[in-house]
C-alpha cells in the first residue's frame, strides 16, 4: 500500500481551498445558473471544471506518494497547473459577470451566478497563492516551471490564445501582408513557448540537439525581435484609414495584449539571461 505524504501544510490547504472553490462555481452553474449553451458560457464552465481536475489529480498523487510513479517532472508540473488554473479562473471571474450578471433581473438564477462568480474569484486567489508559495525564491535552485521565465511563459501562451481568440477571423488579418506577418509571430512564438512548458514538464530538455539554457537564450531573443514588429504594425495597419481602417473592440484588444505579450518576453529574456536552473 503506498505511503501517504503530507506536503506543506499551507500549500496543501490553499490546493484543497482552490478545489472547493473550483468545485462549488461549476457547480452552481451547472445547477441553477440556467447558462445558454454558447461559447462564453462553455469556457467559463471549462476554466473551473479543467482547474478542479487538475488539481485533485495533484491533490492524490502527492498525498499517496505516487511522484515517482508518473511521468512528467514533479518540479514542474503542479505549478504550471496551477498558473494555468489562475489564469483560467481569472479569466471565468471577468467574462461570467459580464456576458452573464448584467442587466439580470434579481432572480434565482441571478443568485447562482453571483456565487459562481464570487467562487471563481476566490478560486483565482487561491490558485495565485499557490503559485506564490511553490515559486522559487532568489538563488534557490529548483524546476524551470517555478522560476519567474517558467512562469512567465506560461502567461505568454495563455494570452497568445487569448489574442487567437480575438481574432480568429481571416477578415482581420488577411487584407495586408504586414498583419499577416502579425499573425505568423503569434502563432510561431505560441509554439515555441508551448514547447518550452511541454518539453520541461515531460521531462525532453536533454532531447534538444542544443544545450537547453543556450536553446532559451535564442529563442527569447527571437521573440523580442518578432514581437516587437507585431506590436508595432498591428495598430498602424488595423488603425490607418489608409489601410482600412478597423478599430473593433477585438482588434484594440489584440493590440493591447500584442503589447503586453512583448513586454513579458522582454521580461523573460532578461530573467533567462541570468537565470540558474536544474530541470527536471
Not at 1 to 18: C, E, F, K, N, Y
Not at 101 to 119: G, K, P, W, Y
Not at 136 to 163: H, N
Not at 243 to 266: C, H, K, M, W
Amino acid at each position: 500500500m503506498p505511503l501517504i505524504v503530507v506536503p506543506t501544510s499551507q500549500l496543501l490547504w490553499m490546493r484543497v481551498a482552490a478545489l472547493l472553490f473550483t468545485c462549488v462555481a461549476f457547480s452552481v452553474a451547472a445547477h441553477g445558473a440556467h447558462l445558454p449553451h454558447q461559447g462564453m458560457a462553455d469556457w467559463c464552465i471549462f476554466c473551473w471544471a479543467f482547474s478542479f481536475a487538475c488539481t485533485l489529480l495533484v491533490l492524490l498523487v502527492e498525498l499517496f506518494g505516487l511522484q515517482a510513479r508518473v511521468p512528467v517532472s514533479w518540479s514542474n508540473f503542479p505549478i504550471t497547473v496551477a498558473c494555468y488554473a489562475a489564469l483560467l479562473c481569472l479569466s471565468a471571474s471577468i467574462i461570467f459577470p459580464v456576458f452573464f450578471l448584467r442587466h439580470q433581473q434579481a432572480s434565482e438564477t441571478r443568485d447562482h451566478r453571483i456565487v459562481s462568480t464570487v467562487f471563481s474569484c476566490l478560486a483565482a486567489v487561491a490558485y495565485m497563492g499557490e503559485v506564490s508559495l511553490s515559486k522559487a525564491r532568489p538563488g534557490e535552485v529548483a524546476g524551470y516551471m517555478a522560476t519567474a521565465p517558467g512562469l512567465l511563459k506560461v502567461c505568454q501562451t495563455f494570452l497568445a490564445c487569448i489574442i487567437f481568440i480575438l481574432i480568429s477571423s481571416p477578415v482581420t488579418y488577411d487584407h495586408h501582408p504586414a498583419l499577416k506577418w502579425c499573425m505568423a509571430v503569434y502563432c510561431i512564438c505560441f509554439i515555441l513557448s508551448m514547447a518550452v512548458v511541454v518539453l520541461c514538464v515531460g521531462e525532453w530538455t536533454g532531447c534538444l540537439p542544443i544545450p537547453f539554457s543556450k536553446f532559451l537564450s535564442a529563442y527569447g531573443l527571437l521573440a523580442v525581435i518578432m514581437y516587437l514588429t507585431a506590436t508595432i504594425l498591428w495598430p498602424v495597419f488595423q488603425f490607418n484609414k489608409s489601410y482600412g481602417r478597423n478599430d473593433d473592440p477585438e482588434t484594440i484588444a489584440a493590440s493591447v495584449l500584442t503589447a503586453i505579450n512583448f513586454l513579458l518576453y522582454v521580461a523573460d529574456l532578461v530573467y533567462s539571461a541570468r537565470l540558474v536552473f536544474v530541470s527536471g
